[in-house]
Structure formats: C-alpha cells, structure tokens
C-alpha cells in the first residue's frame, strides 16, 4: 500500500498561483512502479481528472480543461509530485486529490486525504 500525503492547499484570490505537493511513501512504492496523478472534487460535483506523471516519467499529462493553466512534475529525490496551478479562478475551488496508480492496473488505488483550495473573485 502507499501513503499518500498532500500540502499547500489554501485561500487565494483570482489570478494568484498556488502549488500543490504529494509526498508518496511505502514499502512497495517507487516512481517506476506507480503513476501517480492529481484529481478534484468542487462541492457538489463529480470527481475531475486534473493529470499524472506515468509510472515511466516520460511525460506528465494535463487535463484539457486546466491545460496551459496547471502543470505537474515530480521530483525524484523528495519523492514527490507538485501540481503548479497558475491563474486560478473561483471554478478552481474544490478538494484537491493526489493518487497512485500501480503499473497494469485500470483504477488507481491509494488516494490521500485531499487538500482543500478555496479562491476567492
């Protein structure tokens, strides 16, 4: 199983930056086993896809709706995985959600507990 853990969530206003991190952890966790992607829930509204990093690293893949907006990386040596989110707006406020995704399998199946960006207008 892997722990996942997510910081820097807050209140911001409409046009600030703001950037998320996913700390992973685990016995069975490394970078070239899992994928590990970010996701969101406004109130109210279904689960969003926001992007990942594969399991391969070769690429990080952006949600056309918040594409040229959010962008994600990772970083190998602390082990996480930073959502940038660059001109936010107060359709952006939701519980934001780092996942793991193990290599093979459809669904991804460790989530951490959510961080919480509220943006205000």
């Known amino acids: 199983q892997v722990q996942l853990v997510e910081s820097g969530g807050g209140l911001v206003q409409a046009g600030d930056s703001l950037t998320l991190s996913c700390a992973a952890s685990g016995r069975t966790f490394s970078f070239s086993r899992y994928a590990l992607g970010w996701f969101r829930q406004a109130p109210g509204k279904g689960r969003e896809f926001l992007g990942h990093v594969s399991w391969s690293g070769g690429s990080a893949t952006i949600a056309d709706s918040v594409k040229g907006r959010f962008t994600i990386s990772r970083d190998l040596a602390k082990r996480t995985v930073d959502l940038q989110m660059n001109s936010l707006r107060p359709e952006d406020t939701a519980v934001y959600y780092c996942?793991?995704?193990?290599?093979?399998?459809?669904?991804?199946?460790?989530w951490g507990q959510g961080t919480q960006v509220t943006v205000s207008s």
């Open positions: 996942a793991a995704q193990l290599k093979g399998s459809r669904k991804y199946d460790d």
